[in-house]
């Protein structure tokens, strides 16, 4: 994007469609993200004053919903529902896909998830909304056909990353609710020192107990708020550190959700530089079965992710024991 086509705009009065536009990102995707941004501001006064309470109902993962969780999952579904460049539609409140418009031609098909930490929100903790776009039809691809990826994080304030795949860009939202470009082309270090470790530690499996430890005794710090979106925030933010929700003992699959948070994410991560994987694989290159599909995730620093995989090929996958000279360099 040539400077001079900022000629006398400080970067807080480009807005995001201005952005989208200098990336010469098509009209559609543009208007389809616009959307999304337009949807987060219901979704802030939902958070503000809206029932804490429980809806009476459960989505496909036997939790228990949140009014909250199914009142953002209405206003992003009626968003896109009425965009005009929706093709399908997928939620982590939904039970199956919902088909919005049956041509795929410059269209798009969506999965998110509307209400990420949701059960924070009685608490007063940041919670957010992560969004994953494809072009086309189909939601069942790997997360590397992504043509795109967003958050939005409600803490102290409102912002909206995103990527096109032309690297990673921060938003805030102004007085006027507005977004406004914060920051361009986030990246981070090769390896971090700060942690945020989900799940139970007992029940860690031998390779992520070793790779825990390790990171302790390097004297990396833990950050953990329980809230997938400020805790990849604060990594994406800092610029360094590492986040995983691993496999567990009695949960090989992990808790969180490759369509509706792994996948954009992960997304976001690498294109900052970063690396995302389930302890063995990239997680943008799993081929999902089924749409409510979950997965271990390790993703953050480079090197950070990488330490994660040696421990767990090595002490889990029965390769030996040269993880500590490995590990050494
Ligand atoms: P959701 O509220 O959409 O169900 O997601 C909650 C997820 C994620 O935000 C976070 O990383 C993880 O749950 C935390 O799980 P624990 O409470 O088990 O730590
Ligand atoms: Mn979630
Ligand atoms: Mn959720």
Redesign the pocket.
Known sequence: MSPTSRAGKTKFQIDLRRHLREHYINENLTHLICEIAEASKYIIHSISTGDLGVAGTSNLYG?QQLALDVLADRILRKRLDHSRVVANMMS?EMDEIIPVSPDCGGKYSVAF?P?????LVDVNLAVGTIVSIFEGCDLLQSGRNQVAAVYILYGPRTTLVYSVGKGVHEFGMNMLREYTLLQENITLKPQGNLYSP??QRNLYTPGVEAFVTKLEERGVKLRYS????P?INQILLKGQGVFF?PHLQNLPEG??RLLF?LNPMAYLIEQAGGAASDGRRPILDLQPQQIHERSPVFIGCKKDVALAEEYISQLEDGKGDVVEKKAKT
């Open positions: 939790e982590e998830d209400l990420d930490g949701s059960s989900g799940g329980g809230g997938f979106v805790d929700y808790k969180l948070e």
